[in-house]
């Protein structure tokens, strides 16, 4: 037994939270996000209630810039604001995040009309964009590319090939592709799902995440023009200085959000059977240190570590607090009406998901026990 005056302070929250006047509003949102999670999880198909409610709560504006009727948040805003989305559902979340890396890439063009009324239409939640930009970064592979980009004799260029995994592509409108031509550079356009020669595939039957209806798009002699151009050709279109990640800082968002939704579980738990809190409080602690340089990194603060350092920790933290969780909650968590088993499933998704080989190395080597620190 332990007397409760000798708990950590409960779950410590997001840096700034208490500052933003908007936080109340993600968190009740967060909550409705909650409750649908599970049979978001189940059914496998796209979560259109909860999608409606994103949209009411005005989340595709998030990133968006003022002068195309955004609320221009800047990127340490928004990493709290994806870890707030991911405490309730991660699945919306990772949706959220996909669009949102899609329309970074679209704004920067919103002088041209083509694109503007494109982010106009995101952000009024009229349509859902995505990324298909794996082939050019953590699915790449040897030999020919994925996505083949071959100039038209009248400009533009024509799109073969596959992007492997497409997230929301089943209800996305556009898709921010990223593909190579015959000389070896890389391109990135914008390309309407409903172009003839786009052929969305079924959604991949994940073991966890499914309602994010993941899948492979193909391109068969799909035609882009100006109007759809973004970047390129360039050796590294994905990789531009400032341009944020689907595989950053906001995915160790995602993750930081799942864990302390986990905490927050378990610290009821222990509570409840009145148990020593020591492990507890231990990844309280690093959840604080590991979200306090996040949102600093995110700020463009100098914080001792990179970028693929603070996924390391927070992959580490959100698979530690998950399956805390799972045993904390014994058999009872292993039933599927139970969080806290979707919650260790959902966290495996950060093993795998735009996760670099240096993070992924250093995975193994944390599993395996050769990391210190």
């Not at 409960?10 to 109340?24: F, H, N, T």
Request: glycine share 12%.
């Amino acid at each position: 037994m332990v007397d409760c005056g000798a708990w950590h302070q409960g779950v410590p929250d997001w840096p700034g939270a208490e500052r933003d006047p908007r936080d109340g509003g993600d968190r009740a949102l967060a909550s409705r996000l909650g409750e649908w999670d599970g049979a978001i999880d189940e059914a496998g198909v796209w979560p259109e209630e909860a999608w409606r409610e994103v949209v009411e709560a005005g989340v595709p504006r998030w990133v968006l810039p003022k002068d195309v009727g955004g609320e221009g948040c800047d990127r340490a805003e928004l990493v709290r604001r994806y870890g707030r989305l991911a405490e309730g559902s991660l699945t919306v979340a990772f949706i959220v995040s996909q669009q949102d890396a899609a329309v970074r890439r679209m704004v920067p063009h919103r002088e041209r009309a083509s694109i503007a009324e494109r982010l106009r239409e995101v952000g009024s939640g009229g349509a859902v964009a995505t990324v298909g930009i794996s082939q050019l970064t953590t699915s790449r592979r040897a030999g020919e590319a994925a996505l083949r980009a071959t100039p038209r004799p009248g400009g533009g260029y024509r799109l073969d090939g596959v992007m492997p995994w497409v997230t929301g592509a089943e209800r996305a409108r556009w898709i921010v592709a990223g593909a190579v031509t015959p000389e070896g550079k890389q391109v990135l356009v914008c390309v309407g799902t409903n172009r003839p020669g786009v052929w969305v595939g079924p959604a991949y039957r994940l073991a966890a995440l499914q309602g994010s209806c993941t899948s492979e798009v193909r391109c068969d002699g799909v035609e882009v023009d100006e109007a759809d151009w973004l970047s390129g050709p360039a050796e590294d279109v994905v990789g531009v200085p400032g341009m944020a990640g689907t595989g950053g800082l906001e995915t160790s968002a995602l993750a930081l959000g799942q864990a302390r939704a986990a905490l927050v579980k378990l610290e009821e738990e222990l509570r409840e059977r009145q148990e020593e809190p020591e492990a507890f409080q231990r990844l309280c602690v690093q959840w604080e240190m590991i979200a306090g340089r996040l949102v600093r990194a995110a700020a463009g603060e100098e914080t001792g570590w990179t970028g693929g350092e603070l996924r390391r920790r927070a992959n580490a933290l959100v698979l530690g607090a998950t399956q805390a969780a799972l045993t904390a909650r014994k058999g009872s968590g292993f039933l599927r009406s139970d969080p806290a088993q979707r919650w260790a499933r959902q966290a495996l998704f950060f093993l795998v998901w735009s996760c670099p080989r240096p993070v992924a190395e250093a995975a193994m080597r944390d599993l395996a026990g050769l990391c210190e620190g």
